[in-house]
């Protein structure tokens, strides 16, 4: 069974992002999930990606219609409402996916509808800057999807890889997805908290200075909460990441940065504030992150 019909829920950076390259490709097979408030200030407003209007479909959560292909794109503070928001269009063969920062968000829709459509998935790479109704970047990144632990591809994943496919969506299946989260999630600890406070955009962690040597320090500080937690994370990941942050746009920001110039409420108990809590649990001290916590709320505090 091919995928055709696709729900996203969350406008955000990644939802406009994919939203626009499935909606170009399938038309009015792509549903965008929202509240009536919402509908109606998309479609006064418009969305726009990259300058190009967003040709979106919408329905409200109390419309029926059963997708094939649910993602979720909002913020972690928000999953529980979207979780709410999409139950009329889950059916028994829907596959979930949530492109969410964090290593927590497969387990809260897993609780909600069971692990058995769930797969396990990151957006990486993209260097997308959005305001207000505009969206902007230069590389669109990529998904990484696949098992949470196992060695062969299941049938899902190969549903979504077709889907992908057919889409022109960028794409890594890894299936070690319990690894790859956790080490993306290294990632934003060090870029996100990192360039919110102590940079402007990428620029400022891609040359030599203490942004950097901060970034590279605050996501080295994740490797032994991960390995208390089952997951071998290593120096290796490190670097890899580096070259990730290295070929992003100079002039491009983490949605945290976006987040902090809007002086909206940040990620950040989703990065330092979950390696304070898992450190305490394991008795390990993370400085960089505790810094970066205290610097990031001070920031929250003044708006």
């Not at 997708?67 to 979720?72: C, G, K, P, S, V």
């Not at 890594?172 to 406070?197: A, C, E, P, Y």
Request: net charge negative; aromatic share 8%; hydrophobic share 40%.
């Amino acid at each position: 069974m091919d995928i055709k019909n696709v729900s996203i829920i969350g406008l955000g950076a990644l939802g406009i992002l994919f939203g626009q390259q499935i909606s170009e490709r399938s038309g009015s097979n792509l549903t965008v999930i929202a509240d009536e408030s919402r509908i109606e200030k998309y479609q006064n407003q418009g969305i726009f990606c990259n300058g190009k209007p967003c040709d979106f479909h919408y329905q409200t959560p109390d419309d029926h219609g059963i997708a094939d292909l649910i993602l979720f794109s909002v913020k972690i503070s928000g999953l529980n409402d979207a979780i709410s928001s999409v139950k009329s269009h889950v059916g028994p063969d829907t596959i979930l996916m949530s492109l969410l920062n964090g290593i927590t968000s497969e387990v809260i829709i897993g609780a909600a509808f069971g692990e058995v459509n769930l797969i396990w998935a990151v957006a990486q790479g993209m260097d997308a800057v959005k305001e207000a109704n505009r969206l902007q970047y230069k590389n669109p990144g990529m998904i990484c999807f696949g098992n949470r632990n196992r060695d062969e591809p299941s049938e899902k994943v190969a549903r979504v890889q077709r889907f992908f496919n057919r889409m022109g969506i960028a794409y890594q299946i890894d299936n070690r997805m319990d690894r790859k989260i956790w080490s993306k999630f290294m990632l934003n600890v060090g870029v996100n908290q990192v360039v919110s406070t102590f940079g402007e955009n990428y620029g400022s962690v891609q040359r030599p200075g203490e942004p950097r040597e901060l970034m590279i320090a605050a996501m080295a500080e994740v490797i032994p909460i991960a390995r208390k937690e089952g997951v071998d994370l290593n120096e290796a990941d490190i670097t890899y990441w580096l070259g990730v942050v290295d070929s992003l746009s100079a002039s491009g920001k983490p949605s945290m940065r976006q987040d902090v110039e809007a002086r909206r409420p940040s990620e950040v108990e989703l990065f330092s504030g979950t390696i304070l809590a898992l450190g305490k649990k394991h008795d390990i001290i993370s400085p960089v992150n505790a810094m970066l916590y205290e610097q990031i709320k001070t920031l929250e505090a003044g708006y």
